[in-house]
């Protein structure tokens, strides 16, 4: 997986096809497999997918129609009245325990448009109501702007805060909200993916895959590319695992009132879009390298597994310093983290096959390498 940023997302894989190296090569021959051996899809059998596939086919019309009907594209945009700056995000993932996650956001945005609804995305996610606070930025201990009702729309996935008066234009307000998660089974959002251990014992790890729209489903947020900001990631894990996300780890501070876990505090970001966000905690171990620009490379794996990684080490650390050459464009970050997870969603469920040759996982620098 990747983790990193973004900014430049050098999109290696789209623009300029996949230039892969022998072992990248294999590695996306396994993954692309999948796919075509319907083993990530979903149904149960390759008849209900030729089906789904000949219906997909021969109805197309009616099938936007639908869509078009029942909402109007637009109304899945975000309203453009507020604009997202900077994100403070907690996350405690309980991997070990009921899978449920505990969560914190804080969100700075300057205000376009005199508004008072505050509306931003968010699925698959239970808010703490009494916990919701907007204050102005300069006034953060102030009272605040009270809150009349939260309302949810399912089906465009919007949270909105519903206040008593407008906020006003061009200042800055900052939304905070605590929240509950669940590391789900699909391959999306802030995840579970498990793998075993040589005496048969099954671990898990907890990992994102964002893009394009699951972002809302770790934490609330503007889930639209175009509202870029910054982010500073906080994780709780047990002392035991690690956890890693786009940038560098600043520090890490007992979690109070729980033995034997930590929050991991992560630097700034640069500004970026909410898909790029990434994290991962889990017990993996992992080998570094440094660059010849004198970026830090990490590679990381499955404890059985991290002895077999000397090559992608190598080549990942090449390839970094060969784009960076090649676009004469350093790589914006002071370093990349590649890992090895077991379960990914290449095939993003149902887009199946056609979301697949721009995606190169092993190499573009914000996503994650699947298989091992
Ligand atoms: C597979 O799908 C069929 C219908 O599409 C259903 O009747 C059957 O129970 C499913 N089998 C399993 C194992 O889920
Ligand atoms: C999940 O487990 C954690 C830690 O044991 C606990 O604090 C939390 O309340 C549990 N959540 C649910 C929804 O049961
Ligand atoms: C709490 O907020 C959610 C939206 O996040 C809303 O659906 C729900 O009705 C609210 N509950 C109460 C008691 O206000
Ligand atoms: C965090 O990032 C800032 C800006 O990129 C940098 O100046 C600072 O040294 C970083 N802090 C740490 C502890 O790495
Ligand atoms: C890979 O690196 C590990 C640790 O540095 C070493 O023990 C192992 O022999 C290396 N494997 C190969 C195939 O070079």
Redesign the pocket.
């Known amino acids: 997986m990747e983790i990193n940023e973004s900014v430049a997302s050098m999109s290696f894989g789209k623009r300029n096809g996949c230039h892969v190296s022998k072992g990248v090569a294999l590695l996306l021959g396994v993954l692309f497999l999948a796919p075509h051996g319907v083993a990530a899809m979903p149904g149960n059998d390759s008849q209900t997918l030729a089906a789904r596939a000949r219906g997909a086919r021969s109805s197309p019309l009616s099938a936007s129609t639908t869509l078009f009907t029942t909402t109007k594209v637009n109304d899945f945009r975000l309203p453009t009245a507020l604009k997202p700056l900077h994100y403070t995000v907690r996350l405690q993932p309980f991997i070990r325990g009921n899978f449920s996650i505990m969560g914190y956001v804080e969100v700075e945005v300057e205000v376009v448009e005199e508004t008072s609804t505050f509306t931003f995305h ?1 699925a698959d996610i239970t ?1 703490h ?1 009494d916990s919701v606070k907007i204050v102005d930025s300069e006034k953060r201990n102030g009272k605040g702007v009270h809150i009349l ?4 729309d399912n089906q465009q996935e919007f ?1 909105h805060a519903h206040l008593s008066r407008p906020l006003k234009k061009g200042r800055r307000y900052l939304l905070s909200m605590a929240f509950q998660g669940y590391l789900n089974e699909h391959l999306h959002g802030f995840y579970r993916s498990s793998y075993k251990v040589a005496n048969g014992d099954e671990r898990w790890v907890a990992v994102t895959q964002f893009q394009p729209t699951d972002a809302r489903k770790a934490f609330p947020c503007f889930d639209e590319p175009a509202m870029k900001a910054t982010f500073e990631i906080f994780l709780a894990r047990e002392t035991d695992m690690s956890a890693i996300s786009n940038m560098p780890r600043i520090d890490s501070q007992p979690v109070e009132g729980q033995e034997g876990w930590v929050w991991d505090h992560f630097n700034t970001s640069v500004p970026m879009p909410t898909y790029l966000v990434a994290f991962l905690v889990s017990d993996f171990k992992s080998m570094e390298a440094t660059t010849q620009n004198g970026k830090t490379f990490r590679v990381w794996a499955r404890e059985d597994a991290i002895s077999q990684a000397n090559y992608s080490l190598k080549i990942g650390a090449d390839i970094l310093t060969f784009f960076e050459d090649f676009f004469s464009i350093p790589y914006p970050l002071p370093k990349q983290d590649m890992v090895a997870i077991p379960d990914f969603p290449l095939g993003h469920g149902e887009l199946g096959p056609n979301h697949l040759p721009g995606d190169c996982y092993a190499i573009r620098p914000n996503s994650i390498c699947g298989g091992q």
């Open positions: 968010m808010t109501n009702k939260q309302t949810y949270y």
